[in-house]
Structure formats: C-alpha cells, structure tokens
C-alpha cells in the first residue's frame, strides 16, 4: 500500500480525548489531527516524537488530517492507523502473500458471522475451507516482545469466542496480528493488561483456532508485507 498523495511530517505535541493530536508541521504552525487508535498507544504517542498525517478532501470533517505512522526516537516506524490493518491483511491475501492462506477464489470483508459480528475477513472456495479471520493491529512493544492488546479489550476477547464457535462449526478460522511496529519479532498475549484475553487465547489454541503473525515494513512512502508466521 502507499500513501497517495504523500504523507505530512510533523512533530508530536500530545495526544489528548483519544481521538485528537496536536503536532507541530515543518511550517511551525499547531494543527489538530484526528487519531484513528482507541488503544494505549504505549511507545507510540511520545511528546516530540515524528508524526506522519494523511490529508482528506471531505469537506464534512472537523479534522481534515489524519495521524498514520509515528517514527520514534528509537528510529522504530510504527503505524498507529489501526483501520489500516483490515486492508493491509487484504491486500497480502490478495497477492498470495500469506503462505498459510493461499487457495481460496474469493475474498469478503464485514461478513455477518457468529452471534451480532461481522468477520473482517471470510476466504471461500478452491481447496480450502471456508475460513473467518479476525485482524488485531500490533504495535506495543516492551523489553523487545511485541504484545496484544495495548489496553483491556472486551471486543478482542468477544471476537476469540466468535472464532471459537466458527471452529466448532467446521470452519477455518485464524486470529491474525497485523505487525505494524519495525521493533516487534513475536507477539504474546499481553497477561498484565487483559489477564482474560490472554486465558482466552489459550482457549481458541486449544479449540483449534490458528494465529498467524502477519509482518509489514512500513515507512512514510509505503506500508508492505513482508512475511507471515503461523503460531505453534
């Protein structure tokens, strides 16, 4: 995927009400952008670390621009648009990228599944199973371990149990971290924050739930897969 039109450098103020930023552009003027992260961004959102922000041409929004990728003191590119997964995760199926999940004739997203859910990804037809795969964003690193989620996730944990009840039913069905940290190798599930998570994902192991580490290279011009990694 590349950033088109090219992303805006700026230098980060605060992250502030979640949603909102104020960062400091090349110009020296303090603008407001929009933050697409509901987690902790922990490591992400440091004061005078470098932000890069896209710019939208709706007239309807507030906030025109939008934080995408931080990259850090450590020199560590993070991206921090959580929305970006979905599509990054599909766009790496699409060109066959994901070893573990070639096969298939057909990709959908936000396929109704399981009790009042929507799968972000269903892969249907060729030689495998239908398979439901659910996509988290990995960005919190710490003592050099890659861990999820950033914050307590009731809606990460509802989506285990969705991807317990498709294997139940016959189907494929996969948990695949997005690595959008340059810093993260292995993902473990983050036991001091979300305590019920993690003896949740041992839960969907045990039941049969594959997790795939799905890997990107990110910097300001691109954002591209660069392997993928199946749990034991």
């Known amino acids: 995927m590349q950033f088109d039109p090219p992303l ?53 929004r507030k906030y025109p621009n939008t934080w995408e990728l931080t990259h850090t003191t450590d020199n560590h590119w993070i991206c921090v648009n959580t929305g970006r997964a979905n599509q990054l995760v599909s766009e790496a199926l699409q060109q066959n990228a994901l070893t573990p999940l070639v096969g298939y004739t057909t990709l959908k997203r936000e396929v109704k599944y399981a009790e009042n859910s929507r799968v972000d990804i269903k892969l ?9 795969i659910e996509v988290k964003s990995v960005t919190l690193l710490a003592d050099k371990q890659g861990y999820f989620p950033d914050a307590v996730s009731i809606r990460g944990r509802k989506h285990l149990q969705a991807l317990i009840q498709m294997k139940e039913q016959g189907h494929r069905a996969v948990l695949a971290y997005a690595i959008l940290h340059s810093g993260i ?11 019920k998570y993690a003896e949740l994902m041992q ?16 910097n300001e011009k691109e954002i591209s897969c660069t392997g993928s990694y199946l749990q034991k």
């Open 8 to 60: 805006q450098r700026a230098i980060l103020h605060r992250r502030y009400k979640r949603f909102l930023a104020d960062v400091e552009t090349e110009q020296g003027e303090i603008i407001t952008i929009h933050c697409p992260n509901t987690g902790a961004m922990t490591g992400c959102a440091e004061p005078g670390s470098e932000v890069w922000f896209s710019t939208s041409d709706n007239p309807k």
């Open 124 to 132: 249907t037809g060729g030689e495998i199973p239908d398979t439901y």
């Open 185 to 195: 190798h292995s993902v473990l599930p983050a036991v001091n924050i979300d305590p």
């Open 203 to 218: 839960q969907a192991k045990q039941a049969g739930v594959k997790v795939l580490e799905v890997y990107f290279q990110v």
